[in-house]
């Protein structure tokens, strides 16, 4: 069955450092959505992709923040410099529909921790 | 503002009784919901959802409500058995990336 890939699974790093994740969709899916999940907290949008364009980062906090899907594939999340409050579950969805209407396929997450 | 609220953080039920998840939401413009279920160290998974011109919808064992003048949902697992423990999250959409809610623990107790 297909998945979403991520990794790193589990990231710890020292605050002021920089952290990068990676994320593979599943083949064909065109919509790719990064969520960051806080313990006792809902998923939480940071950013959505269209192919290789940026549908909507209105919640992703862009002095630190950067993502990127320049082929239109697969994605890399970036976070420099890492802060405390960024510790939390960072997921990565994909979607067969161009609409909002459509099943989010998850993979299984990266944890970071920052120290 | 919490667009989509889930108020109980948890619930415990017998094995073989009625599990009921509330999920409660406040922006008119949402029209499609949906529930995910979250296991320890995995990602959620789709469970079920359901679109503004439906109230009900029914998928083997789970069956979700929807109640659109209360602005309020609902999620029934009959039977409840003991692989249903997990975090079930509440999300709903209108022309938007889905918005989720905290999220309930359900403990099924054998």
């Known amino acids: 069955e297909a998945e979403v890939a991520q990794s790193p699974r589990y990231k710890i790093t020292e605050k002021s450092q920089a952290v990068a994740f990676w994320c593979d969709p599943i083949?064909?899916?065109?919509?790719l959505y990064w969520y960051r999940q806080i313990l006792g907290q809902g998923p939480e949008l940071l950013v959505q992709?269209?192919?290789?364009?940026?549908?909507?980062d209105s919640q992703l906090p862009k002095d630190r923040f950067s993502a990127e899907r320049l082929k239109g594939v697969d994605s890399t999340l970036k976070i420099q410099p890492a802060e405390l409050g960024d510790s939390a579950m960072y997921l990565c969805?994909?979607?067969?529909?161009?609409?909002?209407?459509?099943?989010?396929?998850f993979g299984e997450g990266s944890r970071l921790t920052v120290l | 503002d919490q667009q989509v609220k889930q108020n109980s953080p948890s619930l415990s039920v017998q094995e073989g009784r009625i599990s009921i998840l509330n999920c409660d939401y406040t922006?008119?413009?949402?029209?499609?919901f949906l529930w995910y279920k979250k296991y320890p160290a995995e990602g959620p998974t789709f469970l079920i959802s359901?679109?503004?011109?439906?109230d009900k919808n029914e998928d083997g064992r789970f069956t979700v409500f929807l109640n659109k003048s209360a602005k309020h949902l609902s999620l029934h697992i009959v039977p409840s058995q003991p692989g249903d423990s997990a975090v079930y999250f509440c999300?709903?959409?209108?022309?938007?990336?889905?918005?989720f809610g905290k999220g309930t623990r359900l403990s099924v107790i054998a």
């Open positions: 969805a994909s979607s067969l529909a161009t609409t909002d209407t459509g099943e989010l396929f």
């Open positions: 083949s064909g899916h065109a919509t």
């Open positions: 992709f269209q192919d290789e364009s940026v549908v909507d």
């Open positions: 922006n008119s413009m949402f029209d499609y």
């Open positions: 359901i679109s503004s011109i439906k």
């Open positions: 999300a709903a959409s209108g022309n938007t990336p889905l918005v």
